[in-house]
């Protein structure tokens, strides 16, 4: 598939699994040679609300930056992805993402709460394909073999000028019409895929021509919000999705949410040295489609449940 990149965002939080998560997501995309692996290994700043010197201290930060740095240039000599790129702190690239995507308005690598904020612009930004696949590096994926969720999700996107993202199942199926079974937004329901106006970080198909005229993301009341937050010293910045969705969802745009059973996510919230230990465990059952029955409709690892079900 010339036309899809395949982007995949770790960071030294994901030295424990990311030499076995990003292989696993990889896999199931072997039609796509664009793959590009974006290392972030700036460390969050200081705001109102969040101390690196606590959540990240220096010296273990940059021991994990490093031993990252050596994961993802193994994952690259192997060919499991075919570009990498280091984003570092005063990276001149940080400038240029700002006054695309944000106005300008700040140039802060990470979101008030130590989220990823310039790594994420940075993924959308250097593929130069129509279309972007991303995954956080902590994803895990089922997919059937011989169904390719990225071509149904660009057949059903094509007519539906309104729709930006498209993502498949949010989790394991369950028997209601709905993609999870907690909700966040409401949804519109059609034959093969549902409606909303949520655009998750975490995993994406993203239109990158339709992201284009819907840009600079930070204007009008958004821009009055986080100038408020800025100076009012408020939790600031807005983190990369919620910022899309007050940017976004005022002015009519819509994320696809695929019904096909034969593709889903799961996402660890709890990674834990028991998670950690089963880990393998787990995505071979999850590539396999198989789970514990706990795990119907929900998003987030369930723990307790997948290590009785194992």
């Keep these: 598939m010339d036309d ?26 072997t ?32 021991k994990d930056a490093q031993t990252i740095t050596s994961i993802a240039n193994n994952l690259l000599a192997v060919g499991v ?12 690239v940080i400038k240029r993402l700002s006054e695309k995507y944000l106005r300008g308005l700040y140039e802060t690598t990470h979101g008030a709460g130590g989220m990823v904020n310039m790594g994420y612009w940075i993924g959308f930004d250097l593929p130069n394909t129509k279309y972007l696949l991303h995954y956080d ?15 149904n999700a660009i057949n059903e996107m094509e007519p539906k000028p309104e729709v930006l993202m498209a993502v498949p199942r949010l989790c394991p199926p369950i028997a209601a019409d709905m993609p999870s079974a907690h909700e966040g937004r409401p949804f519109q329901s059609y034959d093969n895929y549902w409606i ?15 992201l284009e005229k819907c840009l600079p993301l930070v204007r009008g009341r958004v821009m009055i919000e986080l100038l408020i937050r800025k100076y009012a010293g408020r939790a600031f910045p807005l983190d ?29 919230v709890i990674k834990s ?16 489609g198989k789970y514990p029955e ?3 409709g929900l998003e987030n690892i369930d723990l307790d449940a997948w290590l009785k079900f194992l």
């Design 4 to 29: 899809v990149t395949l982007q995949i965002n770790i960071s030294p939080g994901d030295i424990n699994y990311a030499h076995l998560t990003v292989p696993a997501l990889v896999s199931q995309h």
């Design 31 to 62: 039609n796509i040679k664009k793959r590009l692996l974006v290392v972030d290994r700036c460390r969050p700043q200081k705001t109102t609300i969040l101390d690196p010197d606590v959540r990240f201290p220096a010296e273990k930060f940059e």
């Design 81 to 92: 992805v075919s570009d990498l790129y280091f984003l570092d702190p005063g990276d001149p």
């Design 137 to 151: 590096g902590d994803i895990m994926l089922y997919q059937q073999p011989g169904y390719d969720w990225v071509k």
């Design 196 to 210: 909303n106006d949520w655009f998750s970080t975490r995993h994406f198909l993203l239109d990158k021509r339709r």
């Design 240 to 268: 990369p999705e919620i910022l899309m969705f007050k940017s976004l969802s005022p002015r009519g745009v819509k994320r696809l949410m695929l019904k096909s059973q034969n593709v889903w996510l799961l996402h660890p």
């Design 273 to 288: 040295p028991a998670f950690l230990e089963k880990l393998p465990q787990i995505i071979a059952a999850i590539s396999a």
């Design 294 to 296: 706990e795990q119907k």
